[in-house]
């Protein structure tokens, strides 16, 4: 079985289950070059810009994070269903465990937070020694 295979295989099998998996960048760098979404994955940045909130519909706090790859990744935290970051800086490192959507910009996680039907893996961002899910 390939590295790619195996690699697709854990992350399917982690959605299927509801737990999550230990990601590197590899398996999103994989994800963003072969254009997938929906994808459950986690992972480890370095803040590089703090963004406006994103007010329509609900609301998320949307910074971005490069990873240790160089790739960037747009986080947008659904601050209605989850607490918000307080206190987030350029340069702090945060985790997240979420949903990978891909675009051609460096792509996004969302579903950072409990989904209140219990139909979506639950996901989180990790700051600070604090988890907001």
């Known amino acids: 079985m390939t590295k790619i295979c195996r690699g697709l295989l854990l992350i399917i099998l982690s959605f299927a289950i509801r737990s999550p998996i230990?990601?590197?960048?590899?398996l999103l760098g994989q994800a963003f070059?072969?254009?997938q979404s929906g994808v459950q994955i986690q992972g480890e940045g370095?803040?590089?810009r703090l963004l406006s909130d994103d007010t329509?519909?609900?609301r998320h706090q949307r910074f971005i994070l490069r990873l240790a790859s160089g790739q960037t990744l747009l986080v947008a935290h659904n601050i209605d269903l989850a607490p918000r970051i307080a206190d987030l800086k350029v340069g702090d490192s945060v985790g997240f465990f979420g949903e990978y959507e891909w675009n051609e910009r460096g792509s996004v996680i969302h579903w950072t937070h409990?989904?209140?039907?219990?139909?979506h893996p639950a996901?989180?961002?990790?700051?600070g020694g604090?988890?907001?899910h």
Do not use: M, T
């Not at 230990?22 to 590899?26: I, M, N, P, R």
């Not at 409990?114 to 139909?119: K, S």
């Open 46 to 48: 370095e803040v590089i």
């Open 130 to 132: 604090r988890k907001y």
């Open 33 to 35: 070059e072969q254009r």
């Open 114 to 119: 409990h989904d209140p039907r219990g139909l």
């Open 22 to 26: 230990l990601a590197d960048d590899g």
């Open 56 to 58: 329509k519909g609900s």
């Open 123 to 127: 996901g989180w961002l990790s700051h």
